[in-house]
Nanobody, 123 residues
Framework: QVQLVESGGGLVQPGDSLRLSCVVSGFTLDTYPIAWLRQAPGKEREGVSCISASGMGTFYNGAVRGRFKISRDNSKNSVDLQMNNLNAEDTAVYYC????????????????WGQGTQVTVST
């Protein structure tokens, strides 16, 4: 059974950092691209970052490029999202997802989703 479990969210202040982790089971990380997406209250879900199945390609939303970094650890079956210099606009529920489509598509098709982890950036 394909499963993804996110962790690492929390309440932080502007300028702080957080590291989110997505641990997968039921498949190996070279099977599917893994994406991080987020959804803020009243807003549509948006892609944040993605790492290809080979691990060689990484992709970022323009709003987070230079502040966030996606990485994976095959030995831990995890894909992490290091988020630096957070601001209020980063407040959202963050999800990881296994994709049926490559990272560079405008529209993703999903194999499976995690349950999400809340990130709140506030003073």
């Amino acid at each position: 059974q394909v499963q993804l479990v996110e962790s690492g969210g929390g309440l932080v202040q502007p300028g702080d950092s957080l590291r989110l982790s997505c641990v997968v089971s039921g498949f190996t990380l070279d099977t599917y691209p893994i994406a991080w997406l987020r959804q803020a209250p009243g807003k549509e879900r948006e892609g944040v970052s993605c790492i290809s199945a080979s691990g060689m390609g990484t992709f970022y939303n323009g709003a987070v490029r230079g502040r966030f970094k996606i990485s994976r650890d095959n030995s831990k079956n995890s894909v992490d999202l290091q988020m630096n210099n957070l601001n209020a606009e980063d407040t959202a529920v963050y999800y990881c997802a296994a994709l049926k489509t490559p990272c560079d598509r405008d529209v993703y098709e999903y194999e499976a989703w995690g349950q999400g982890t809340q990130v709140t950036v506030s003073t």
